[in-house]
């Protein structure tokens, strides 16, 4: 921290998954520190892993020219690289360690007197740590496609994801009703329907499977025979990555020890395709939306709510409100402490107003 507490210069960076509008929130960061407030700012390279190895760069008004509608993000991010559980190699094995000792001394090696964290649940949760276990004065910012985070009406990255999950809707819904197939698409979420449940409802969808409502194929069946009986020879399903059966578990595609969520979901698109087809006798088939949904242009929104949080996250760092993130609290931006941001999941109520409209115009949840 500068003499006297006063702050002069301010620390970003990016962690977790990509997503759209990462380098609107960095872009208005770097133009609110320096243009409102005369600060400079440092961006750290590749999330925690530039905190870790002081990998830092100066960034200026000229570093953030034409990065407005750019996905990704010019620092780099990585879901790994916990500095509370470090993955090192030591005489061949595979260790863990707590570095974030060399966190605060490479914040100080930089001169940094805050930092502002751009991510989700899971770098949040690092955040909050190295506010409350090591006095670094950090605000975070909530960024997931998931939409996930319970302590703000919304996420940015979010409604590109959903845009994008809408226009893959689209597309399939000629594809299916030309070949008369069902149309499994399978999209991200983790263990929240915020993607699907929205998606489907914009695009269409006939069935739409979420974490929060566990489904039964024999009602998903019905559905699909129902619209063939009616001469309707094609369905559309949206599956969320974390979709379960009733009495089933979600269906994991792999682990990952050192990753911030080391669980990865997947391929419950495909379980489903084929159950339907062997069900129904109607040829179906899946795609996997991925890593899609975290690329390309952000939309409008995304790209004034990012911009908004950047320009929020600097005004709570020049009020001292540390250990803080930004949120939407429509139509305003207003902060919550970073433990009531990562405290849970903010999943889709399985009774709410947005299932209980899909489900008045047709849809099936599977159960």
Not at 306 to 325: C, D, I, P, Q
Request: proline content about 4%; hydrophobic content about 40%; charged content about 20%.
């Amino acid at each position: 921290m500068a003499p006297g507490g006063k702050i002069r210069r301010i620390g970003v960076l990016t962690g977790g998954g990509d997503c759209p509008g990462l380098n609107a929130v960095i872009r208005a960061v770097v133009k609110t520190a320096i243009g409102s407030y005369r600060l400079s700012v440092v961006g750290f390279e590749n999330g925690f892993g530039g905190l870790i190895q002081n990998r830092a760069r100066d960034l200026t008004m000229n570093d953030v020219v034409g990065i407005l509608p750019r996905g990704g993000t010019i620092l780099g991010t990585t879901n790994r690289d916990n500095p509370f559980k470090y993955q090192m190699v030591i005489n061949g094995q595979k260790v863990f360690r707590d570095v974030s000792d060399r966190v605060i001394e490479n914040i100080n090696i930089q001169g940094i007197d805050a930092l502002i964290v751009i991510g989700g649940d899971g770098s949040l949760s690092i955040a909050r740590e190295l506010y409350e276990k090591k006095g670094l004065p950090v605000v975070g910012v909530p960024k997931t496609i998931d939409n996930d985070l319970s302590a703000t009406d919304q996420t940015f990255g979010f409604d590109t994801a959903l845009n994008t999950a809408t226009e893959a809707i689209d597309k399939l819904h000629t594809t299916a009703e030309s070949h008369h197939r069902v149309m499994v698409l399978e999209v991200m979420g983790r263990y929240a329907g915020w993607i699907a449940l929205e998606a489907g409802i914009a695009g269409g969808a006939d069935v739409i499977l979420i974490p929060e409502i566990p489904f039964s194929m024999d009602t998903v069946y019905e559905k699909i025979n129902q619209r063939r009986d009616n001469g309707k020879l094609f369905s559309i399903v949206v599956a969320a990555e974390g979709a379960k059966a009733l009495g089933g578990e979600i269906v994991v595609q792999r682990m990952v020890e050192e990753s911030f969520d080391p669980i990865r979901l997947g391929g419950i698109g495909n379980v489903v395709a084929r159950q339907i087809e062997e069900a129904t006798g109607m040829e179906s088939r899946v795609t996997v939306l991925g890593h899609l949904q975290r690329g390309g242009t952000p939309t409008a929104f995304d790209r004034i709510l990012s911009t908004r949080y950047g320009a929020g996250a600097v005004n709570l760092v020049m009020s001292g409100n540390f250990g803080e993130m930004v949120c939407l609290r429509t139509p305003n931006i207003q902060s919550v402490p970073l433990a009531d941001a990562v405290g849970e999941i903010r999943l889709v109520p399985k009774d709410g107003d947005m299932v209980r409209t899909a489900k008045q115009v047709g849809i099936c949840f599977g159960d």
